[in-house]
């Protein structure tokens, strides 16, 4: 209650600029969703809101821009560029199952396959959205069979390891 008293004090002048200090800390999962999701509104209302959190899956729902900090300024970004700039754009192709004939496929049209499995592989693409056809018909053209295909990635906490402890 004393969290949600003081975001109500804190709105009571209509301010333009917010500055939000771990709003969901010590909050149920329901109460802290509550507090999401009235934080997402006012950003709705193109309001400029400040959130510190630890939580980066919290940042990562609600935030356009995250700065991540350890004593001073170690990187800035939309959370999608960051997450981009650990691993930059990575594609799993799910198969009914993957030989080497279909990895040499993917090869021979230029792609940097990483990691392969009896029924997936892993390949880095630049622009996944124009690339996928090709890389795609190489597949079905040594006679893949597709199962699915997802783009993976990195999360934002895998960019804070990264960048603050170098993990």
Same mark, same amino acid.
């Given at each position: 209650?004393? =969290?949600?008293?003081?975001?109500?004090?804190?709105?009571?002048?209509? *301010?333009?600029?917010?500055?939000?200090?771990?709003?969901?800390?010590?909050?149920?999962?329901e109460a802290a969703?509550?507090?999401?999701?009235?934080?997402?509104?006012?950003? %709705?209302?193109?309001?400029?809101?400040?959130?510190?959190?630890?939580?980066?899956?919290?940042?990562?729902?609600?935030?356009?821009?995250?700065?991540?900090?350890?004593?001073?300024?170690?990187?800035?970004?939309?959370?999608?560029?960051?997450?981009?700039?650990?691993?930059?754009? %990575?594609?799993?192709? =799910?198969? =009914?199952?993957?030989?080497?004939?279909?990895?040499?496929?993917v090869k021979s049209?230029? +792609?940097?396959?990483?990691?392969?499995?009896?029924?997936?592989?892993?390949?880095?693409?630049?622009? *996944?959205?124009?690339?996928n056809p090709e890389?795609?018909?190489?597949? =079905?053209?040594?006679?893949?069979?597709?199962?699915?295909?997802?783009?993976?990635?990195?999360?934002?906490?895998?960019? +804070?390891?990264?960048?603050?402890?170098?993990?």
């Open positions: 209650m004393k =969290q949600k008293l003081a975001i109500g004090r804190a709105l009571i002048n209509d *301010p333009e600029v917010l500055f939000l200090d771990e709003p969901t800390a010590n909050l149920d999962p969703k509550t507090v999401r999701d009235f934080i997402l509104e006012l950003k %709705k209302e193109r309001r400029t809101i400040f959130l510190n959190t630890h939580l980066l899956d919290e940042a990562e729902r609600i935030c356009d821009r995250v700065a991540i900090l350890k004593t001073r300024l170690v990187a800035t970004g939309s959370p999608r560029d960051l997450r981009r700039s650990l691993t930059g754009r %990575k594609v799993k192709v =799910q198969l =009914q199952r993957v030989d080497d004939a279909i990895v040499s496929a049209t230029g +792609y940097e396959v990483g990691e392969v499995t009896s029924d997936s592989f892993v390949v880095d693409l630049d622009e *996944p959205e124009k690339e890389m795609l018909s190489s597949v =079905q053209g040594a006679g893949g069979k597709v199962v699915f295909v997802t783009e993976v990635g990195s999360s934002l906490e895998d960019v +804070y390891l990264k960048l603050v402890k170098g993990e």
